[in-house]
């Protein structure tokens, strides 16, 4: 039976103050600095693979919690505008406000303050099961934001397979740094894709796959070595370990490309060549290009292509949003990797 949308993205939506670049070091004592930008943008990951998707062609529904405030009211017309479906799960907090996060820039990194707000509130009982029944693939974002949602996880993409829909899960960051293998380790049951970032993969690797990655090895002319938790050899063991636990393992790692592991094989994909204004939410429109392309049935090494083109592309501008890219324009980037497959 035809549903009414291809996608239910679920998590956090939030605005999000982006200033820089921020000076090395930041001053107290009420000292004033000037930086070169400053803007108010939609934040949040699963906000910014939600438009990413509808930007590429697909029917997206949000389910999750804004404040009854100013930038509740911001979220939902930024998520609206942008093709996304806030009226069917989308729901008002009246005791707590909407998140905020403040992301410092410098160069090509950033560090990012979040003030939760009803994230923590945020839990199954925001998704309603005929949602589930009612979408293609449901996909998850910022996971350890939102304690409640994600002690209940597992059962919600339990249920959504139970109605026939594909699942997927990017973790983000663990802002404890503790990557709680009895959190996380029930969800993965459900899970058919997982889309963390290299950094992310090994640390969920060293607490859910203890000892799953290599000793340390040098790194090519440096003879301090790469260690356990740099370089590409552990991102592959990462991957290979968490993907022996069940969901297809899809990891982006930035101007290296991407990879993909399903237990037996590595797929590999260059990075798509850009010359990236911002970086933030690049990693959110990748996991939006790689659910639109399983979605349209592109076989893995190219949807990992077309994935790492999304995430390419979305670096042309401010924002997370911004810049993403149409279908065909994503496509058109795409065809210029070349992807590649190793046991």
Request: net charge negative.
């Amino acid at each position: 039976m035809p549903r009414s949308f291809d996608l239910l993205v679920i998590g956090d939506a939030n605005p999000d103050v982006v200033v820089g670049p921020v000076p090395p070091t930041l001053e107290y004592g009420q000292r004033e600095r000037l930086v070169a930008t400053g803007s108010l943008l939609l934040g949040g990951s699963a906000a910014i693979t939600a438009c990413g998707a509808a930007r590429l062609g697909l029917r997206v529904a949000f389910a999750g919690r804004v404040g009854d405030d100013a930038a509740g009211a911001f979220v939902r017309t930024a998520l609206a505008e942008r093709g996304v479906d806030v009226t069917t799960a989308l729901a008002t907090d009246p005791e707590r406000p909407t998140p905020l996060t403040t992301v410092l820039t410098r160069g090509d990194d950033r560090a990012i303050l979040t003030a939760p707000g009803c994230l923590t509130a945020t839990g199954a009982q925001d998704v309603p099961d005929r949602l589930l029944a009612d979408c293609r693939h449901v996909h998850a974002g910022s996971f350890f934001l939102m304690p409640r949602l994600a002690r209940s996880l597992g059962d919600l993409f339990a249920r959504a397979r139970g109605h026939g829909a594909a699942t997927s899960l990017d973790t983000n960051d663990d802002p404890a740094q503790r990557w709680d293998p009895e959190l996380l380790g029930p969800v993965l049951k459900s899970t058919d894709v997982l889309l963390p970032n290299a950094a992310e993969a090994r640390a969920l690797a060293a607490t859910l796959a203890p000892g799953s990655l290599p000793p340390v090895s040098p790194a090519p002319g440096s003879p301090e070595g790469d260690g356990p938790a740099c370089g590409p050899t552990a991102t592959d063991a990462a991957a290979a370990a968490l993907a022996r636990l069940g969901p297809l393992v899809v990891v982006k790692d930035g101007a290296a490309g991407a990879l993909a592991h399903d237990g037996v094989t590595l797929t590999r994909t260059a990075a798509v060549p850009a010359d990236p204004v911002d970086s933030v939410g690049a990693g959110d429109s990748f996991d939006a290009g790689f659910v639109a392309a399983v979605l349209h049935g592109l076989d893995l090494p190219a949807a990992l292509s077309f994935a790492a083109a999304c995430g390419a592309l979305s670096t042309r501008a401010h924002g997370g949003t911004a810049a993403q890219p149409t279908w065909d324009e994503a496509r058109a980037a795409a065809l210029t990797t070349r992807p590649g497959s190793h046991a």
